[in-house]
């Protein structure tokens, strides 16, 4: 039986450009980084949005192995970050240089908006508790 979703793999062209970007504008924890085997130049950089938080974000980058990946970096990989206090966050992200793919747009499920990462990948972003 499933119990949860350990982590969600964003695969990157530079890990280091990465991880600043989701630990210093995002403030995203970062709760691992190691080599992803020994010998590896490639890491395993797994990062948190809170304490405590079950599952992870897993900044991987593309090497020979995961070449058949490449055509998912810069596009949307369908990743939503539930939020609080949409608007403000949104000017936050903005003031800290984060490209904002889509301004808050109110449905009658939530307020959402998309940002951009560091390698160009779409994050979702979902406030449920702002709706139309």
């Given at each position: 039986m499933f119990t949860k979703i350990g982590s969600v793999t964003v695969y990157v062209k530079d890990q280091d450009r990465a991880k600043a970007f989701y630990t210093d504008k995002l403030g995203?924890?970062?709760v691992d980084d190691q080599p992803l085997f020994p010998g590896s130049s490639n890491r395993?950089?797994?990062?948190?949005?809170?304490e405590g938080a079950q599952t992870?974000?897993?900044?991987?980058?593309?090497?020979?192995?995961?070449?058949?990946?490449?055509?998912?970096?810069?596009r949307s990989q369908s990743i939503?970050?539930?939020?609080?206090?949409i608007h403000a966050l949104i000017e936050t992200l903005r003031a800290r240089g984060v490209t904002i793919q889509r301004e808050p747009d109110m449905q009658p499920w939530g307020t959402m908006a998309m940002i951009e990462d560091s390698e160009g990948n779409g994050l979702v972003l979902v406030d449920s508790s702002v709706h139309a």
């Open positions: 995203f924890t970062l395993w950089i797994s990062l948190s949005v809170a992870n974000l897993v900044l991987l980058a593309l090497d020979d192995m995961s070449q058949h990946y490449a055509s998912t970096l810069g939503t970050l539930a939020v609080h206090d």
